[in-house]
């Protein structure tokens, strides 16, 4: 293996054609003989770039719509050949293989076309097979064959050749070769995932992830933890989607809490009015509906002022210079929107620190998809909980709610699932009021959600804790009567949860005798 080699010959084979001509002209300027199949070798024809057909290397048609091209001894053995091995080059010889330095190749947009929602059919014709066979052969053999699988990697590639004097290190192949494994990792990846779900498989006995880079961070949850930002090929509206107008550099925690975000404040329409969810450690603080963005951003931040210092804010409707104004009236991490009206941008642009992105739309809350999680020696995955309520909801007691309080449980039972639990909501007036989290027992998250309302009534004035007549929510049943009688003595008047305890009977007749209006959902949203 020698450290430099010269580059001398290279194969071009790409589906995304960006930087191509530019790339292939420097190369040919230095010498470098260019080798190309269908397309390519018809763009590089066109910018008047002289090509070699790869049929004219390996003697042999391209056939069968292009399926069957590079799949051939003289392709795989230019690419293989362990150039100091007498045997290898005696065999070069012999069978007229000539050597391939550099091998570019960029694969079927394979994620692409599933993410347009192709058929079946177009799907698997986007599979590539000849490319990656081209490039596990080129990265295996780094001691001699650089191997570029991404157009961003076009300069790097001009830059040695330029400081090498036209030839590539050994540390750089390995470089290339590591991305190259990465890249087919990532294809094959794609295709067994779509391949299952278009199967029905919800257990493969294999599963693949794969993500492409977005940022590192300067840390993970804690400074002493490495982290990075991957995404994941998905369309879906989100973080990985957004774009970020302005603030310092996203770290791990604001990612995760800002996803937490975004993904509460998804379940409000915007078609249905204006909608906000505050965020601190990936729990809501605040989430609240109103007649207008200014509106829904106060209602949300008078649920618990304290907690929404340095927290995130998630609106459902693009941010307005009103309510921009009101945001920054407090510390902030970040604010993300579907949109930022100019005047709100120019708002936010003297808090230098403050983060925010647009992400274009809204998430779909009941689209499929999956979600995973490590262990040790492993990882979980699961559906996204993206489940509605049906028919399994029920009035259990004899009193039924109003109409205001339905809308109120249904508001209530929202926010849960996006609590950690044991969760506990109170809410009134399309607002939370008390948001307990997290507890071990589900009696200490009702009374902290309670006390939180009472810390809250005093700060704004008020003559009684907001619970009083509210509606709340349990994201779990209430193994006893303890849990439902708190949040009675908190004042609400209606309760929604999902039942299915052995004491569901005491649980119902306490709600009775407290006079309270109960409903069963059928579901429940256990969310660690």
């Known amino acids: 293996m020698a450290d430099l080699v010269a580059l001398k010959r290279a194969l071009i084979s790409v589906s995304d054609k960006s930087g191509l001509v530019p790339f292939a002209a420097a190369l040919a300027a230095r010498g470098v003989e260019l080798v190309s199949t269908g397309g390519t070798a018809q763009a590089l024809r066109e910018a008047g770039l002289a090509v070699r057909d790869v049929s004219e290397l390996t003697g042999f048609p391209e056939m069968m719509d292009g399926r069957v091209k590079t799949l051939h001894p003289k392709v795989h053995g230019g690419l293989l050949a362990l150039r100091d091995n007498a045997e290898h080059a ?44 081209m490039i596990r052969a080129g990265a295996k053999n780094h001691a001699f064959t650089t191997v570029v699988t991404d157009t961003e990697d076009y300069d790097a590639v001009l830059a040695e050749l330029e400081a090498q004097g036209g030839a590539i290190s050994y540390g750089f192949r390995q470089g290339m070769a590591a991305k190259a494994y990465a890249r087919t990792g990532a294809y094959d990846a794609a295709v067994s995932s779509w391949m299952a779900a278009a199967l029905g498989e919800a257990t493969p006995r294999r599963r693949a992830f794969a993500g492409t880079l977005a940022q590192g961070l300067r840390y993970g949850e804690n400074p002493h933890q490495a982290a990075a930002f991957y995404r994941d090929g998905s369309t879906r509206p989100g973080l990985a989607t957004a774009v970020q107008l302005q603030g310092k550099e996203l770290s791990y925690n604001n990612i995760n809490d800002t996803d937490a975000a975004f993904e509460l404040v998804s379940e409000f329409l915007p078609a249905d009015g204006p909608a906000c969810a505050i ?62 009206d100019p005047d709100a941008v120019a708002v936010f642009a003297a808090k230098k620190n403050l983060r925010l992105l647009t992400t274009g739309a809204m998430a779909d809350p009941a689209a499929p998809g999956l979600a995973f999680r490590q262990v040790s020696g492993g990882f979980l995955v699961q559906d996204r909980d993206a489940a509605l309520i049906g028919a399994e909801l029920q009035v259990v007691t004899k009193r039924a709610p109003t109409e205001a309080e339905m809308a109120d449980l249904m508001f209530a039972w929202t926010v849960a699932k996006h609590v950690k639990s044991n969760a506990i909501v109170y809410a009134k007036g399309g607002a939370t009021v008390g948001i ?37 929510a349990s994201d779990a049943f209430f193994p006893f009567p303890d849990g439902l009688l708190t949040l009675a003595e908190a004042g609400a008047t209606v309760v929604i949860q999902p039942g299915g305890s052995m004491r569901d009977d005491e649980v119902i007749a306490a709600a009775d005798e407290a006079g309270l209006a109960m409903l069963f959902t059928g579901m429940r949203h256990f969310r660690h």
């Open 436 to 472: 307990g989290a997290g507890q071990m027992s589900r009696v200490d998250s009702a009374r902290i959600a309670a006390r939180k309302a009472g810390d809250m009534a005093e700060t704004l004035g008020l003559a009684e804790a907001p619970t009083k007549g509210s509606a709340a």
């Open 90 to 133: 005696a065999a070069m010889i012999e069978h007229d293989i000539a050597a391939i330095d550099l091998l570019v190749v960029n694969l079927y947009p394979f994620e692409a076309t599933v993410a347009k929602g192709a058929d079946y059919d177009t799907c698997i014709e986007n599979i590539d097979i000849g490319g990656p066979a």
């Open 279 to 340: 965020i601190k450690h990936a729990n809501p603080c605040g989430v609240a509906r109103g007649a207008s963005v200014l509106e829904a951003y106060r209602k949300a931040y008078d649920c618990d002022r304290t907690s929404a210092f340095g927290g995130i804010v998630a609106l459902n409707r693009a941010l307005d210079r009103e309510t921009a104004e009101e945001i920054c009236e407090i510390f902030t991490e970040v604010v993300i929107a579907p949109e930022a």
